[in-house]
């Protein structure tokens, strides 16, 4: 089966997330315990009990995404599954190379806590907004970004999937947008609970510093071609994937075509970690398209049936 890795962002964090998975697989329990020992603070304990105000603080959400993801991607391994691609939205891309075999674990637990200090500061330093805009095209949502700019800075950051298009920057200029975008006919214009401006020219200052972070970080050629957040492209030289994570913070995030060339290609997908919004997206893509999710003991059973695994294979 092609199969292709899907790895949730920043947002699906909830909690409780993991310990499920944790309470009945001794290899997920191990992955836990790393990130604890790795970032020298009790993660697990706030994956598991909270506070949620506390828990969605990007310093402290990104590495824990990251290490539900990297537990369910260790028993799907143990099934013995492996991708032929890997693709992650915005801080899942970490996970992606991760699964992809570009950076080890502990790594890239340290890179992301890394990120979401630098995004942290870069949020408080210059405050922003974003917004989900509902029902209307690409090149129609880049055009109420354009008009909006005289209000201050404003861009697509996400190109989810048809129709759903999240845009970032300068508070009134992002409010001008979805004023713009429903006067041409959006659905809706929401705006986002975030911390920053997140993949905008606001994040200029921790995409500089981040970039000094992932020069310095060993990252391998991967396993497997890696879906890049920026170009919707498979990259799998050392040097392509660094590049692309140093560029994802000011980037767009080109979710829709990343699942439109997987689609294209034959995959079928898995989702790993807190949630189902990827493959929410994905049926906005394609509503054929084949789709799994592991979050908690249940969907990875459910899974492995899928897959036409023996469940008995990934149980400790």
Avoid at 39 to 59: A, N, Y
Avoid at 126 to 140: K, N, Q, V
């Amino acid at each position: 089966m092609n199969l292709a890795l899907l790895f949730p962002g920043q947002g699906a964090q909830k909690v409780g997330m993991g310990r499920a998975l944790a309470e009945q697989h001794a290899e997920a329990r191990d992955v836990f315990a790393t990130a604890d020992r790795v970032l020298e603070t009790p993660l697990t304990r706030l994956c598991w009990e909270g506070p949620l105000e506390e828990l969605t603080q990007s310093v402290n959400a990104q590495p824990a995404l990251l290490t539900h993801s990297i537990a369910a991607w260790r028993l799907l391994q143990a099934a013995g599954q492996e991708p032929k691609w890997t693709a992650g939205h915005s801080l899942g891309e970490y996970s992606a190379c991760v699964a992809a075999g570009a950076l080890d674990f502990e790594d890239a637990l340290r890179l992301v806590r890394r990120r979401g200090e630098l995004m942290s500061r870069a949020g408080r330093e210059r405050p922003g907004a974003m917004a989900a805009i509902l029902g209307l095209e690409d090149h129609a949502v880049e055009s109420v970004c354009d008009e909006a700019r005289p209000a201050g800075t404003v861009v697509a950051a996400n190109y989810n999937a048809p129709g759903q298009v999240v845009v970032s920057g300068d508070g009134p200029a992002v409010e001008r947008a979805c004023e713009l975008a429903k006067a041409r006919g959006a659905r809706r214009a929401v705006r986002l609970e975030v911390s920053g401006a997140f993949h905008s020219p606001l994040m200029a200052s921790a995409a500089a510093e981040l970039g000094h972070a992932l020069e310095a970080a060993p990252i391998r050629d991967a396993s497997c071609p890696v879906i890049a957040n920026v170009s919707a492209q498979p990259v799998q030289r050392a040097a392509e994937i660094r590049q692309s994570l140093a560029a994802q913070l000011l980037g767009a995030v080109r979710w829709g075509a990343s699942m439109r060339w997987l689609v294209d290609q034959g995959a079928a997908f898995v989702e790993l970690g807190s949630g189902t919004v990827l493959r929410g997206l994905l049926r906005s893509t394609d509503k054929q398209a084949r789709s799994w999710n592991v979050e908690d003991p249940d969907s990875l059973q459910a899974t492995l049936l899928g897959l036409g695994v023996t469940a008995g294979s990934a149980e400790r």
